[in-house]
């Protein structure tokens, strides 16, 4: 059975951190290129920081380049979205996702606010 949990969201003011973690389990997780992607009210969900089965690649959406940082830890089947200097527009509910071929599973998602 596929498993994606996410952890570490929650309420944080602007410029400050998180560390959002994602526990895989039920798929050969050192396989799948893994990402985070987020969602806001009334927008699409977008891709937000991806990395290859690996992590010898990742790519990040132009608003969070120098801002968040993404690892994976293939010994413990877990992948990582480190946010620093939140911002307002960083609001969403963050999701991890793991895809290999015609692969991709998703998680149920964590909420992230950025708010004073």
């Known amino acids: 059975q596929v498993q994606l949990v996410e952890s570490g969201g929650g309420l944080v003011q602007p410029g400050g951190s998180l560390r959002l973690s994602c526990a895989a389990s039920?798929?050969?997780?050192?396989?799948?290129?893994m990402s985070w992607h987020r969602q806001a009210p009334g927008k699409e969900r977008e891709l937000v920081a991806g990395?290859?089965?690996?992590?010898?690649?990742?790519t990040y959406e132009d608003s969070v380049k120098g801002r968040f940082t993404i690892s994976r830890d293939n010994a413990k089947n877990t992948v990582y979205l480190q946010m620093n200097s939140l911002k307002p527009g960083d609001t969403a509910v963050y999701y991890c996702s793991a895809v290999f071929s015609v692969y991709r599973y998703w998680g149920q998602g964590t909420q992230v606010t950025v708010s004073s």
């Open positions: 990395s290859s089965s690996y992590g010898y690649s990742t």
């Open positions: 039920g798929f050969p997780f050192s396989s799948y290129a």
